[in-house]
């Protein structure tokens, strides 16, 4: 998980617009079940949680499994209340964490 | 840790003993590890049963956008949503997606509060081979809901 990821959300908002957060990560997200040239089954390494929080508030939160594609693109709706940073965090089975703030302006 | 600080002290004799004996252990771990690989995954039924337990979801609630056809299994892209005010006294609280063909049916659970104002969700998924999704939707007054679309796969995407 080196890369950084790639976050969209709109330039501005009013309080109390619901949003779209649109997020892309790069990851294998191995599977578990595919073998290697080695005949073994190659261990399982997917992002398994994503959370989005706003002032320590989760907002979102998603439990992924090996059904996920790789490279996850997932897109959320988010209430904005007020300006301030909303946090995204991926986490994978290695225990690697990505945190990210991402500031949502208020207009 | 302890094994290594006893080494420390040992003749050489009592290492390479106690070598093969590490090397022993680390056979014997990875192979623990690669019969815990091959545990099967739990099968559909087991899985909808742990998310709905005995209640019986209202069918055609939860709606479910994805291709007709999907060329590539690896990659589908889907967007599951239910209509809900999101209020504090009135909100989905999770959306489980299940994909019944595939080698493991858990797609992702995703859980949303209040503050997401909108129960909806887009992400990929990958697809073994032409089934139905079946998507269950939990909400904060403990009803369930559920929705069903049939997606043709061409090519499948679990590598095997």
Redesign the interface.
């Known amino acids: 998980m080196a890369s950084k990821p790639r976050i969209k959300v709109p330039s501005s908002a009013k309080a109390g617009e619901?949003i779209e957060v649109k997020t892309l990560i790069t990851h294998v997200m191995e599977?578990?079940?595919?073998?290697g040239s080695d005949g073994?089954?190659v261990?399982?390494n997917i992002i398994n949680t994503f959370t989005a929080t706003?002032g320590g508030?989760?907002?979102?939160?998603?439990?992924?499994?090996?059904?996920?594609?790789?490279n996850?693109?997932?897109?959320?709706?988010?209430?904005v209340?007020a300006a301030g940073d909303l946090e995204l965090t991926w986490v994978d089975d290695k225990g690697e964490k990505v945190v990210e703030k991402v500031a949502i302006a208020v207009s | 840790m302890t094994q290594r600080l006893k080494l420390e002290v040992v003749d050489r004799r009592d290492f390479v003993v106690g070598a093969g004996a590490a090397a022993m252990l680390a056979i014997l771990l990875g192979r623990s590890t690669a019969a815990f690989a091959q545990e099967k995954p739990p099968t559909f039924d087991e899985v909808f049963k742990k998310i709905v337990g005995d209640k019986k979801p209202e069918e055609g609630k939860v709606s479910i956008e994805l291709p007709e056809i999907a060329e590539n299994g690896n990659t589908v892209p889907y967007t599951v949503s239910v209509d809900s005010p999101m209020s504090d006294a009135d909100y989905v609280k999770a959306i489980h997606v299940l994909a019944p063909g595939n080698p493991g049916p858990t797609i992702a659970s995703f859980h949303f509060s209040p503050m997401s104002g909108e129960a909806k969700v887009s992400s990929r998924m990958r697809l073994a081979k032409t089934q139905d999704i079946v998507a269950v939707a939990e909400l904060s007054n403990g009803s369930m809901l559920a929705g069903k679309r049939t997606v043709k796969v061409t090519i499948g995407g679990c590598g095997g």
């Open positions: 619901v599977t578990g079940f595919r073998k073994k089954l261990p399982r706003f508030k989760e907002v979102f939160k998603a439990d992924l499994s090996s059904g996920v594609s790789a996850p693109y997932i897109a959320f709706k988010f209430k209340p």
